[in-house]
């Protein structure tokens, strides 16, 4: 094998190992702003209950 297709490989690789690192970091943070998207909609949800209790 030349040297040439090993360099070449060795980058596809690289580039490849690149690449699903960027995507699980994306997906990492895709699930921290989840849980924080939710604990925003409990919070309105109580706040919002709580108005329609204090008008009645």
Same mark, same amino acid.
């Given at each position: 094998?030349?040297?040439?297709?090993?360099?070449?490989?060795?980058?596809? %690789?690289?580039?490849?190992? /690149? =690449?699903?690192?960027?995507?699980? $970091?994306?997906?990492?943070? #895709?699930?921290?702003?989840?849980?924080?998207?939710? %604990?925003?909609?409990?919070? /309105? =949800?109580?706040?919002?209950?709580? $108005?329609?209790?204090?008008? #009645?």
């Amino acid at each position: 094998m030349s040297a040439v297709v090993c360099i070449v490989s060795l980058i596809a %690789a690289c580039m490849c190992i /690149a =690449f699903g690192v960027v995507r699980l $970091a994306n997906w990492l943070i #895709d699930r921290r702003e989840q849980g924080r998207a939710r %604990a925003i909609r409990d919070a /309105a =949800f109580v706040a919002q209950a709580r $108005a329609e209790v204090g008008h #009645d």
